[in-house]
């Protein structure tokens, strides 16, 4: 499902017609001949399956590789981004944040319908606002917010393919609820922690994690205000397990604890995992939320 395209309202992509004139129509430069730079900040939608993450490869197939080739074919000169955090291969994107700048003055909606027209089908921007240059795209965010979307059943994904989990022993809610609970707060989550993670420090502020059960479907959604490589497919790794009732809510005291990857669960798999963005403050003016959101369990 294709959620629509907008900049603060619905916008469907044009022709190449169409965007040649956007390209041309609104562009300008300062009297005098010098560019004034502008900052915008972008919300972006991808799913991630058949990219190798957000972060640009010498292989040219990464989310951030798509999206800056297809703004600066727009802009018809380079254009470099910077995103609100990184995800890995498999995962996917309802509300990325980049933010760039560009001496190019053009509309919001000519930077929506104009980039879409250059990116592939599973990658659209959603949102363009103009920004200060105070505007960070990553320093900015209060917190980052993810979802992990998990199917309970007997038979494996098929039409949810890569987009879901998947369990096929019964878990219950509230033992899951229970050890969510003791994550909450500032912690050392290295027993979370991927080996190659690059963050300065393992402490982080676990703000909120919900649980919740939609048929089939659990939906777990985690805020705080960052996260560690790894961190969320971690602790899901360990959800599961006090859910299946292989480990009781109590043993999530026992993995914070230790510290350390060994006594932490397996990592579990990136194919229902959604960076559901960024969290600003109201002044900065910017959208909480994507169509896409309604698409999810």
Same mark, same amino acid.
């Given at each position: 499902?294709?959620?629509?395209?907008?900049?603060?309202?619905?916008?469907?992509?044009?022709?190449?017609?169409?965007?040649?004139?956007?390209?041309?129509?609104?562009?300008?430069?300062?009297?005098?001949?010098? &560019?004034?730079?502008?900052?915008?900040?972008?919300?972006?939608?991808?799913?991630?399956?058949?990219?190798?993450?957000?972060?640009?490869?010498?292989?040219?197939?990464?989310?951030?590789?798509?999206? *800056?080739?297809?703004?600066?074919?727009?802009?018809?000169?380079?254009?470099?981004?910077?995103?609100?955090?990184?995800?890995?291969?498999?995962?996917?994107?309802?509300?990325?944040?980049?933010?760039?700048?560009?001496?190019?003055?053009?509309?919001?909606?000519?930077?929506?319908?104009?980039?879409?027209?250059?990116?592939? &089908?599973?990658?659209?921007?959603?949102?363009?606002?103009?920004?200060? *240059?105070?505007?960070?795209?990553?320093?900015?965010?209060?917190?980052?917010?993810?979802?992990?979307?998990?199917?309970?059943?007997?038979?494996? &994904?098929?039409?949810?393919?890569?987009?879901?989990?998947?369990?096929?022993?019964?878990?219950?809610?509230? &033992?899951?609820?229970?050890?969510?609970?003791?994550?909450?707060?500032?912690?050392?989550?290295?027993?979370?922690?991927?080996?190659?993670?690059?963050?300065?420090?393992?402490?982080?502020?676990?703000?909120?994690?919900?649980? *919740?059960?939609?048929?089939?479907?659990?939906?777990?959604?985690? *805020?705080?205000?960052?996260?560690?490589?790894?961190?969320?497919?971690?602790?899901?790794?360990?959800?599961?397990?006090?859910?299946?009732?292989?480990?009781?809510?109590?043993?999530?005291?026992?993995?914070?604890?230790?510290?350390?990857?060994?006594?932490?669960?397996?990592?579990?798999?990136?194919?229902?995992?959604?960076?559901?963005?960024?969290?600003?403050?109201?002044?900065?003016?910017?959208?909480?939320?994507?169509?896409?959101?309604?698409?999810?369990?």
């Amino acid at each position: 499902m294709r959620p629509a395209e907008g900049a603060g309202a619905n916008a469907m992509a044009g022709t190449a017609g169409d965007v040649q004139g956007l390209a041309s129509s609104d562009a300008a430069v300062a009297p005098g001949g010098v &560019p004034p730079f502008q900052r915008w900040a972008l919300g972006v939608s991808y799913s991630g399956h058949a990219y190798q993450g957000w972060q640009s490869q010498p292989s040219g197939n990464t989310v951030q590789d798509k999206l *800056e080739a297809a703004l600066s074919q727009f802009a018809a000169q380079p254009v470099a981004t910077i995103c609100a955090g990184r995800t890995d291969a498999g995962v996917h994107g309802l509300m990325q944040v980049v933010h760039f700048d560009t001496p190019l003055a053009r509309e919001a909606f000519s930077w929506v319908r104009g980039t879409n027209a250059f990116l592939p &089908p599973d990658i659209a921007v959603q949102w363009a606002h103009p920004v200060s *240059e105070r505007f960070h795209s990553r320093a900015s965010a209060l917190a980052r917010r993810y979802a992990y979307v998990l199917l309970e059943s007997p038979v494996r &994904p098929s039409v949810d393919a890569h987009r879901a989990g998947w369990v096929f022993r019964p878990m219950q809610a509230e &033992p899951m609820r229970q050890a969510a609970d003791r994550l909450l707060g500032e912690h050392d989550f290295s027993s979370f922690r991927a080996s190659g993670c690059q963050a300065r420090s393992p402490v982080k502020t676990m703000r909120r994690i919900t649980i *919740e059960r939609r048929g089939a479907y659990w939906r777990f959604e985690f *805020e705080a205000n960052a996260f560690l490589h790894h961190m969320i497919r971690n602790i899901m790794g360990c959800m599961v397990q006090v859910g299946q009732g292989l480990q009781a809510p109590e043993w999530m005291d026992t993995v914070l604890a230790a510290r350390s990857r060994d006594a932490a669960a397996p990592t579990f798999a990136p194919d229902g995992l959604y960076f559901l963005g960024p969290v600003y403050e109201p002044a900065w003016g910017l959208p909480d939320r994507t169509p896409a959101y309604d698409w999810l369990p």
